[in-house]
């Protein structure tokens, strides 16, 4: 493993890719047992809430807008 942060982003991106799928099952891929702990530090790290920052990436992929986690992460 390497650590929250690298989890995170790989929660990210596995997101960004399938934006269909609900985060917290990937983050249960990631090992992130607990929803909350998830999202405590999922806040910490992007600066939005898990369900904040999905709705933002889904809009801009409606609207075919490039998503990066780049434009995210703080």
Not at 7 to 22: G, H, K, L, Q, S
């Amino acid at each position: 493993k390497f650590g929250y942060g690298g989890d995170i982003y790989a929660t990210c991106e596995a997101f960004i890719n399938n934006p269909n799928t609900d985060i917290r099952d990937i983050a249960d891929n990631y090992g992130f047992n607990s929803h909350s702990n998830f999202s405590i530090v999922f806040k910490c790290i992007v600066g939005y809430t898990p369900s904040d920052w999905c709705k933002e990436v889904r809009k801009r992929v409606a609207n075919n807008e490039e998503v990066s986690l780049k434009d995210y992460v703080l």
